[in-house]
């Protein structure tokens, strides 16, 4: 069993932190988890997995630039760390091996860079 | 987006009060960018509600002040724990006598809590309770002035009603009955047999299974089942349209429907509901016949005063003429259970009885606070040190307050636990003794849950409070210095609760005991029949026409003295009659109790004639010849007094039963309790009548009862094969009138015996410590004289003082109280000196042995032990 301390919750935040990349902020990643989910998420409970997920090293944060828009507070950005990259692909290669010995499914070729 | 539209304030003021300064930036520049995006395509009100959920969710470990996670007050209430649970330890037999107390009083008020709860919930699943009513018919006769009540109407009524007052929704006539039905080829009696109209679905409560509610009940000889019945005769078949036979003459009823079982805390409750039409009663005839229990539901519950008013004007007008008057009385459905004088389908139980239970159970949880108040001031000599340490450090008073109501909760939570569990291993048995069905279950709801954490909350300030404000009063100079003593003021207060313990054991003690006397007094008092060895077996009309074949059959049997048929066993006749006499005024009439019975039943119940004769069996046949018969009568003695004759006088006198049985007066018995012993004994009337049945009874020999009995059923299945054997013995009915009372008194003995186990084990834990004080007293004692059995009195002497003390106040108290109860009964004991003084007796000896042991063994002690350290 490959050791990635990333719960299913905790790897989409990951992942959603990663794809909105300079706009990775807890509301902005809360809002694209439900557009993509389907499923309401409170951005507390978003905030503390960014939290927890920044304190396991997976993720570095630091304050952005102050906007006109929310009446000049800053946002915290989140930018995903080397540590945290590695551990997302060993998370999918695990994942991916283990769709390949899986009977049904294992003829698909999946697509691995 | 209008400017006026801002996120919640005081949102914002609940966030701000516990998030994390550091977070507060970011947080509420996303919590606000989130509520603006929300206005552009929700409404304002949906985006400040998502506002307040967002912020509530910010109630996470990681977003909240550290202030608020590692406050100082969280590190003391872990030191106070972590004492709490040390001194507990250590003191380890005071621990366990409170722990055992609590125990024991919290499970006995958790016993107590289940059973008033079930009590409380009876009815309340039916969501129409509020706008139910029952009818009560109150009824006289012209010529009389007694008026009479009762839970049972006419078939005429629930019609009437409906039709007559617009404030009436529905009516429904319902009435209980055992019926036999046949199960394949064998007959089976089931009393959980009612009829009812089909408006019974507009009215009650019901869960639907199968079939159709609207038309299940429409038409004669339908029947609903609830599931189990359904499971016990179909099996897992689907019963509809199946028919059920009942009765000797196998009736078929078809089955139209299925539903739940019904809820065991209903004023009614079936296994099967059948149309009432099926009992083929006149619809409409008459207000007399009644035999039925009607609920009306009304429109609206303020319907019930103006209403009452109608139906009277209305009653008045219909019964004019008719030689009786008859009004109808609107009763709140929702009081029937625990107020109402007339009983319901399932026995009512009295508000007061629960009264009863609610105060046993709380003066039991004052005992167990007392015991701990008392151990704890005992100690407080020992605790003072590590008071006056800790005020020296710098704890203030309410630090310590808290610290010493911490223990007392630890306590608490641990007993609260355990009797939980003592609770789950006795209720099995709590309901042996209560004949009720509580479940554990109940105690996971959320009142139950509620209140058990309130008694928690509430027993742990009680008994805490006290020794907390006596022990962080302590000044710590005077403690450090060493000369501490126990205070004056502190010995008087656990004098005082010690009496106070002991009143109310005693007044438990003296109130089981004259329960008991009362309840022994019934069971044995001569009641003027016999009643024991006699089975009573429920017969049908069928059956009286080879009546003398079956007794001739009977009685072959030697074991077998009489076999009687009568309407009614002496132990309890109702049926009302109206009687005349020649001499009696124009328009007149005595409203007396009669039983049509045959003549062995004063020979089978031992009824004792002191004036005229028994009925013979010509007697018998003079009533059986259509227009021409006459008829023979048996009085009682209140009978012939009220009718203004000695027994003598009586004989021979003409007399009219009813309007069509004209007679002889034969015979006077003497007066029997043929009702419970809370009535007293009303004019009756004994009367041949060939064609009354009901039960048949069976007077046996007591040396081979079961041999006697299965002789019994073997004639039976051989004579009446149409109908079910089934038998009572007539004492075990006679108990049955009883059962509230005799369930009373076994559940006061229980808690009274509890009460002063519960009282001693205090008395035991304080009498040790403070005879530990005394021990150099003692010492000093021996060393200049004085006997073992000297100290020994002296020691228990200051105790058996207070419970003296107790016993005097406690025996007015219970007298009062317990006249109250007494009152309810017609023929009661007498309240003798020697109840009370037995009472006090044993509270005395049960304290003296209690405190004996430690005192004897302070008297055994060697003094130099004690005396060489000084």
Redesign the interface.
């Known amino acids: 069993m490959i050791e990635t301390r990333l719960g299913e919750f905790e790897e989409v935040i990951l992942l959603l932190a990663g794809i909105l990349g300079e706009e990775a902020?807890?509301?902005k990643i809360?809002?694209e988890f439900e557009a993509q989910t389907n499923r309401a998420v409170?951005?507390?409970?978003v905030?503390?997995t960014l939290?927890?997920l920044e304190e396991k090293g997976f993720l570095e944060s630091e304050?952005g630039e102050s906007t006109a828009?929310?009446?000049g507070?800053?946002?915290?950005i989140y930018t995903i760390t080397a540590y945290g990259q590695k551990t997302l692909k060993a998370s999918r290669d695990f994942k991916v091996s283990l769709w390949n010995q899986f009977p049904g499914f294992a003829t698909i070729k999946l697509i691995v860079d | 987006m209008g400017p006026y539209h801002k996120p919640p304030a005081y949102a914002k003021k609940l966030l701000f009060s516990f998030l994390r300064n550091d977070?507060a930036?970011?947080?509420?520049?996303?919590?606000?960018?989130?509520f603006y995006?929300d206005l552009k395509r929700k409404s304002h009100l949906r985006a400040k509600l998502n506002y307040w959920?967002?912020v509530i969710?910010?109630?996470?470990p990681?977003?909240l002040r550290k202030s608020i996670v590692h406050f100082n007050r969280y590190d003391m209430f872990q030191s106070n724990m972590k004492v709490a649970v040390r001194s507990l330890w250590r003191h380890k037999a005071s621990t366990f006598i409170n722990l055992f107390g609590l125990t024991v009083g919290l499970s006995s008020c958790l016993l107590i809590g289940l059973y008033l709860q079930n009590e409380y919930s009876f009815d309340t699943f039916q969501d129409n309770r509020k706008r139910t009513v029952r009818l009560i018919m109150e009824y006289g006769f012209d010529g009389s002035t007694e008026i009479k009540r009762g839970n049972y109407t006419s078939t005429k009524v629930a019609p009437t009603f409906s039709r007559t007052f617009p404030e009436v929704e529905a009516a429904v006539r319902m009435t209980d009955s055992d019926v036999v039905v046949w199960n394949n080829d064998v007959p089976i009696t089931e009393t959980r047999f009612m009829y009812a109209d089909s408006s019974f679905f507009d009215v009650f409560h019901y869960e639907w299974l199968q079939g159709n509610a609207s038309n299940a009940l429409h038409g004669a000889r339908k029947v609903v089942l609830t599931q189990s019945a359904a499971q016990k005769y179909f099996g897992n078949e689907s019963p509809l349209g199946k028919t059920l036979l009942t009765g000797s003459d196998r009736t078929p009823y078809e089955v139209t429907g299925v539903m739940k079982d019904y809820p065991s805390n209903s004023q009614f409750t079936f296994d099967f509901l059948a149309s009432f039409s099926s009992l083929g009663v006149n619809q409409e005839e008459t207000y007399f016949n009644a035999n039925y229990t009607t609920y009306v539901l009304l429109k609206n519950i303020y319907d019930l005063a103006p209403l009452q008013e109608k139906v009277t004007t209305f009653m008045s007008t219909e019964m004019k003429g008719s030689g009786a008057t008859i009004n109808f009385l609107l009763e709140p459905f929702d009081q029937i259970h625990l107020h109402s004088p007339y009983q319901g389908f399932v026995p009512n139980t009295s508000i007061t009885y629960l009264y009863i239970l609610m105060a046993v159970g709380f003066l039991i949880l004052m005992i167990v606070c007392f015991t701990y108040i008392n151990l704890s001031t005992a100690r407080s000599i020992e605790r003072a040190k590590e008071v006056g340490v800790r005020k020296v450090v710098g704890a203030d008073k309410s630090q310590l307050f808290w610290q010493f109501i911490g223990e007392s909760t630890v306590l608490c939570v641990m007993s609260i636990v355990l009797s939980v569990g003592v609770v789950m291993f006795a209720l099995p048995y709590f309901n042996l003794l209560t004949e009720k069905h509580l479940e554990m279950h109940a105690l996971t709801s959320p009142v139950f849950l509620t209140s058990a954490f309130v008694i928690t909350m509430v027993v742990s300030l009680l008994a805490g409070s006290y020794p907390a404000v006596i022990l962080s009063g302590f000044q710590p100079v005077r403690v450090l210095k060493g000369v501490f003593k126990n205070t004056n003021s502190g010995k008087r207060i656990q004098q005082s609760l010690i009496v106070f313990q002991f009143v109310i054991s005693a007044f438990l003690i003296v109130s089981t005991i004259i329960i008991q006397n009362q309840l022994y007094y019934i069971q044995h008092k001569d009641v003027g029949y016999d009643r024991e060895q006699i089975l009573v077996l429920p017969m049908k009309n069928k059956m009286l026409e080879q009546l003398s074949v079956i007794k001739k059959e009977l009685k072959s049997n030697a074991e077998i003295l009489n076999v009687s048929r009568c309407v009614s066993t002496p132990v309890r006749i109702v049926g009302g009659y109206s009687m005349r006499t020649a001499e009696m005024p124009e328009n007149t009439i005595l409203p007396v109790i009669a039983n049509p019975i045959d003549e062995e039943y004063v020979k089978t119940t031992g009824l004792e004639i002191i004036a005229g004769r028994d009925f013979s069996e010509q007697d018998m046949k003079d009533a059986d010849r259509d227009s021409l018969s006459t008829f023979h009568f048996i009085l009682n003695e209140s009978a012939a007094r009220e009718l203004g004759w000695s027994p003598e006088a009586a004989i021979g006198r003409k007399m009219f039963l009813g309007d069509h049985r004209p007679g002889i007066i034969e015979g006077v018995v003497r007066d029997f309790h043929f009702e419970s012993m809370h009535q007293s004994i009303k004019p009756l009337v004994l009367f041949t009548e060939m064609r009354g049945y009901g039960q048949l009874l069976v007077k046996i020999r007591s040396s081979n009862v079961p041999s006697t009995v299965s002789f019994v059923e073997g004639k039976w299945k051989q004579l009446v094969p149409y109908f079910p054997f089934e038998y009572r013995f007539l004492d075990d009915d006679y108990n049955k009138l009883y059962q509230s009372e005799l369930q009373l008194g076994t559940i006061m003995s229980l808690f009274a015996g509890i009460a002063i186990v519960l009282a001693c084990i205090g008395l035991f834990g304080l009498s040790s410590h403070i005879v530990q004080q005394r021990l150099k007293e003692v010492s000093i004692r021996k060393v200049l004289g004085a006997s073992v059995l000297d100290i020994a009195a002296i020691l228990s002497g200051s105790f058996v003082k207070l419970v003296l003390i107790a016993i005097v106040i406690a025996i007015p108290i219970a007298y009062l109280i317990i006249d109250r109860w007494l009152e309810d009964f017609a023929y009661r004991v007498a309240m003798s000196w020697w109840t009370f003084a037995l009472a006090g007796l044993v509270v005395i000896i049960i304290s003296l042995v209690t405190v004996s042991f430690q005192s004897i063994k302070a008297a055994w002690i060697n003094p130099a032990t004690t005396l060489k350290s000084e």
Do not use: C
Not at chain 2, 25 to 34: K, Q
């Open positions: 902020y807890a509301f809360a809002d409170s951005i507390g409970a905030h503390s939290t927890r304050m828009e929310r009446g507070r800053r946002k915290r | 977070l930036e970011e947080v509420e520049g996303d919590l606000e960018e989130r995006s959920y967002q969710n910010y109630l996470r990681f977003a």
